[in-house]
């Protein structure tokens, strides 16, 4: 680094002084925390991400400023590398590092050990960094990103490129297209769903379910980016009748009693739905659009606020089921060589799916909490499916299957087999393949897939709701003394330390029945999360306290 440069990394962290006492840690969600406190937080990924892309070779590399389903004072920015998907593990100390750099000549001194340890070369002639900032509808969004650019243009010869409001997942998949050559506009964004979807309506089988009715689709928008641009989508779509509610245009408050966070966790009906939708088809999106959940108000509902809630894992079995049906016609002319179909699911996974899914003769693995771990597993399969239960989760086609996928179609239409049945099934998967966002989480594709695989097979949201039932869990979490006194396996399922204590959880287990349990250390606190499921609601209530008390003999309790 020259003294150019440094001069022009201490003259605008001058600009944006860290607060007294902010303390912030790069995880799964980027940054995030009270948006008045986050200007030098933002400032400096902006300089982070010039530099990531300098080490990639100019890659376009993407930064949203979101706090997701955090309320509308928060805000936050998260990294997006050049394949769409989270910024590498790798980079998330120095993150961690800048961010917390108490004044401008520690953070230059961090930055300039950091790019001689990687080799970054800064301001040679050749082609300087480009980042492409996005943020969602949160009001601090605009100085947020005005601090971003500045950090992306300390960097000498970087540019920043503002691409508007956007969900976070529309950033990660233009992000992804950019650097894959493609088209990568918003506008082409929506071409591309609208466009697949429209594909996979016309190979609906005609026998028996053209009479099936299309419903009407409520959807909860979060009062946020997912609400305003479902709208913005809605115009290019047939066969699918949307009524789009929380829009924040009527001036409901982003993830404020809306969303599919609150959805999930509270299980009640969001602002702006009630008794008048009973039995009517919902989705509810989270503030930036990443997660998606469904529900429906029971026929028999005494209340308008309880609904029977469709979270991650029924939209993740809608899907392997629908993918199995495709590639058992395939499998059964593909030469004996079999597609390895894969689901990935974390420990909290209710039981019950996962039971659902190994009858289905799915190949079933179980990744530590947390997408990018799930992300890295789903990948290993041909065509690998994640979700957690909380609804963010997408389907990855590996590119050699993928590559086999399109050459099998062209061939079938080459040789007269157009309008096989085993040409419907390639076309209908290299259709998901083209909806389904396969950078992050996305609730606009989520939603065009459940709803086109839901008409394919004349399912109302009801008979889908009944591909198994949930089995009754609680969740408990135990202040520890010190955390790091639990050491699980990878897939956070068994307890390895303390010593002793996954056998007492065992004999617990024994006592229920379909029972099961597992604790795991917070990532951020010191809490022990216990995660307890039985076939009745007190025996999971009883079990869960029950294995709170463990936690307390073996580690102490503050």
């Known amino acids: 680094m020259d003294e150019i440069q440094i001069a022009s990394l201490l003259k605008s962290s001058e600009l944006f002084p860290i607060p007294q006492g902010l303390k912030l840690s790069y995880g799964t969600a980027g940054f995030r925390g009270d948006a008045k406190l986050l200007e030098s937080t933002v400032y400096r990924v902006g300089i982070l991400s010039a530099l990531r892309s300098l080490k990639l070779g100019s890659a376009t590399i993407g930064l949203m400023i979101t706090a997701s389903h955090n309320k509308v004072s928060d805000n936050g920015i998260k990294v997006s ?64 990103l005005r601090a971003a650019e500045i950090g992306v243009g300390s960097i000498l010869g970087s540019v920043a490129i503002d691409i508007g409001i956007l969900t976070t997942p529309q950033l990660h998949w233009m ?12 506008y082409d964004y929506f071409e591309n769903l609208s466009t697949s979807f429209r594909c996979l309506i016309d190979l609906i089988p005609i026998s028996g379910n053209n009479k099936f009715e299309i419903s009407k689709l409520l959807v909860d928008g979060a009062n946020g980016v997912g609400g305003q641009k479902i709208e913005e989508l809605r115009g290019s779509l047939s066969n699918l009748d949307l009524e789009i509610r929380n829009t924040g245009r009527d001036g409901g408050v982003l993830n404020e009693g809306v969303g599919a966070d609150f959805v999930q966790k509270e299980k009640v009906v969001p602002l702006g739905f009630g008794l008048k939708d009973v039995g009517m088809r919902c989705a509810s999106l989270d503030g930036d659009a990443d997660r998606l959940v469904y529900f429906y108000i029971p026929s028999d509902s005494t209340s308008d606020v309880k609904v029977e809630l469709l979270d991650g894992d029924k939209i993740l079995s809608l899907f392997a089921l629908f993918i199995k049906e495709q590639l058992n016609i395939l499998d059964d002319d593909k030469e004996g060589k079999q597609s390895r179909l894969g689901v990935v699911q974390t420990a909290y996974a209710n039981g019950a799916s996962t039971d659902y899914l190994k009858q289905l003769g799915l190949d079933v693995v179980f990744a530590k909490t947390g997408v990018k771990h799930l992300h890295e597993k789903a990948a290993e399969f041909d065509i690998g499916i994640y979700f957690e239960a909380n609804g963010h989760g997408t389907i990855l086609f590996k590119e050699s299957f993928l590559s086999w996928l399109v050459t099998k179609q062209k061939d079938l239409t080459a040789t007269g087999h157009g309008g096989s049945e085993e040409h419907k099934a390639v076309s209908r998967l290299v259709a998901v393949s083209n909806l389904i966002n396969q950078a992050v989480g996305d609730a606009l594709s989520g939603v065009l897939l459940v709803e086109v695989i839901l008409q394919h097979i004349g399912w109302s949201i009801q008979k889908w709701n009944e591909l198994y039932k949930d089995l009754p869990s609680r969740q408990i979490q135990v202040e520890v003394p010190d955390r790091t006194a639990v050491v699980t396996t990878s897939e956070e399922t068994e307890a390895l330390k303390p010593l002793g204590i996954q056998d007492a959880i065992n004999s617990e287990i024994k006592k229920y029945q379909r029972g099961r349990a597992f604790i795991r250390p917070s990532g951020t606190e010191d809490v022990v999360r216990v995660y307890a499921e039985a076939s009745t609601q007190e025996a999971a209530d009883t079990l869960a306290h029950s294995v709170a008390q463990l936690v307390k003999s073996f580690l102490g309790s503050i």
């Open 175 to 186: 992000v992804r297209a950019k650097n894959k050559g493609l088209k990568a506009t918003e």
């Open 81 to 144: 590398d050049p394949s769409g998907g989270m910024l590498s593990q790798e980079w998330e100390p120095f993150a961690d590092q800048i961010a917390n750099a108490s004044s401008p000549e520690e953070l230059v001194s961090l930055i300039r050990e950091f790019v001689k340890k990687e080799g970054i070369t800064i301001g040679d002639n050749k082609k300087g960094a480009e980042v492409w900032l996005g943020r969602d509808t949160r009001p601090s969004g605009e100085s947020l």
